[in-house]
């Protein structure tokens, strides 16, 4: 069967897939394991990104509907990488292997590469795209109608949140207090078509690439949820939150004017940023909760104790 985290043996498995699409066997290239196993390959001078997924993590009717979804946003004028049909004309093949399924779907490379803060793209320009893409992606959301069996999840039905409570230990009454205090306030948020649809939710720097001609293209639509759209921003955000005070500030700035170019943002849901902020510290902790399960080694350990301590400060920017 396909092992997570294990790109030698599930390279036969990338080698069958690639085939429904024609792949060359030789070019393909393992880039890594982030829930899925993505590949890399080459076909005709251009490049692709091959995703195999397990179907007991994300079934194929959920799978469609995030291929779906980027569809939508490819019409809306929005630069994603997107969905390639296979040889048959689907844009998932559903493959058995040693009679474990197996789900594989190809996507066109992203253009340009990703911006850390030791390069020279790492400006106002750059932050402006990244604010840009993220209104573009709301904007396009809100016309958007998914298939009847065919729906992606709403933010507090994914595993991490539902169970969340059964995950943080007993004795971490503080993260308990903080789970109750931020999903308490979200449950009195308005929710509307204008405030409330499918986001991206992971659009980090290191989800999208950037071009300087051709501005920004996002990728890794695989947490695509239900969900308020400033929990995007929020995301987003939160990964800047360790650099200097004065630094976040003006990145802050740059990303929030991109986004207000394309549309505007209420005063309402900018005071709501901090609570999307700690509830994203609140899950990143609790996906390492369920990642290290009941016998955490001491590496893993000394992580918890980070992530616990960050859900502990409450976040304010």
Same mark, same amino acid.
């Given at each position: 069967?396909?092992?997570? &985290? ?9 080698? *069958?897939? @690639?085939?429904?699409?024609?792949? /060359?066997?030789?070019?393909?290239? #393992?880039?890594?394991?982030? +829930? ?8 005709? &001078? ?10 007991? /993590? ?8 995030? $291929?779906?979804?980027?569809? #939508? *946003? ?28 197996? *789900?594989? !779907?190809?996507? /066109? ?15 106002? =320009? ?39 409570? #059964? ?6 009454? *503080? ?19 204008? !405030?409330? +649809? ?13 071009? =300087? ?23 987003? $955000?939160?990964? $800047? ?18 986004? @207000?170019?394309?549309?505007? $943002? ?7 940023? /901090? ?43």
């Amino acid at each position: 069967m396909w092992i997570p &985290g294990q790109p030698e043996v599930n390279r036969a498995y990338a080698l *069958l897939a @690639a085939e429904c699409w024609g792949a /060359d066997a030789a070019s393909i290239e #393992h880039v890594g394991d982030f +829930g899925n196993s993505v590949y890399r390959f080459s076909d005709q &001078g251009e490049t692709f990104i091959l995703r195999l997924t397990d179907p007991r /993590d994300r079934s194929q009717q959920v799978n469609q509907a995030e $291929l779906d979804f980027l569809l #939508h *946003l490819k019409r809306s004028g929005v630069r994603v990488s997107t969905p390639i049909p296979s040889r048959a004309g689907r844009l998932i093949e559903a493959l058995a292997v040693a009679d474990s399924p197996l *789900l594989a !779907s190809v996507f /066109d490379y992203a253009p340009g590469f990703v911006v850390t803060p030791d390069t020279p793209h790492w400006n106002e =320009p750059f932050f402006r795209a990244w604010g840009r893409m993220l209104a573009q992606i709301h904007q396009a959301a809100t016309s958007f109608e998914a298939q009847p069996d065919c729906r992606r999840w709403h933010w507090h039905e994914e595993n991490l949140i539902a169970q969340a409570r #059964h995950l943080i230990p007993a004795s971490d009454t *503080l993260s308990l207090r903080e789970l109750d205090d931020v999903l308490e306030h979200l449950s009195r948020l308005p929710i509307s078509r204008e !405030s409330y +649809g499918l986001t991206h939710a992971d659009l980090g720097a290191r989800n999208f690439h950037y071009h =300087p001609a051709l501005g920004i293209t996002a990728f890794d639509f695989g947490n695509c949820c239900y969900h308020w759209f400033i929990s995007d921003l929020a995301i987003a $955000l939160s990964t $800047l939150r360790f650099h200097p005070q004065a630094e976040r500030d003006q990145y802050r700035s740059w990303l929030l004017t991109g986004y @207000a170019a394309i549309r505007p $943002l209420e005063p309402f849901w900018l005071e709501q940023i /901090d609570w999307f902020i700690r509830l994203r510290i609140l899950y990143v902790y609790l996906d390492r909760l369920l990642l290290f399960g009941t016998a955490p080694s001491a590496a893993d350990q000394e992580t918890l104790r980070l992530l616990r301590q960050r859900v502990h400060e409450r976040f304010v920017w």
